[in-house]
């Protein structure tokens, strides 16, 4: 199950993830965190503490970011494990996501 840890740093928000994105962080992802930062222009997700990411976690990233961006945020995500970039290259997402969100 995957939580989260919000921090306003000077210029951007700091969203500290940790714990397992995959099916049963859904709720977690589309009822708090999205909601939580539709009022911010720039935030960072931050995957130092992210082990494990599987297709419904995957889908989860892609509309966190998409909705995000839809609202005018400006989105990287940092901080990302080896293994799991390792995953998120073989399925091209840096790509559909677009240039600049992998920090």
Known sequence: MIKFSLHQEKDH???????DLDIEGTE???????????????????FAEVPFVDS???????NLVQSLHESGTK???GQ???????VFDLLQLPDI???GVFV
């Open 97 to 99: 996501l677009g240039e």
């Open 56 to 62: 419904s976690g995957m889908g989860l990233l892609m």
């Open 13 to 19: 928000l700091e969203v500290k993830l940790a714990g």
């Open 28 to 46: 977690v992802v589309e009822e708090e965190l999205i909601p939580a930062l539709l009022n911010y222009k720039t935030v960072n997700l931050n």
């Open 75 to 77: 989105v990287t995500v």
């Open 80 to 86: 990302v494990r080896t293994e799991v970039m390792d």
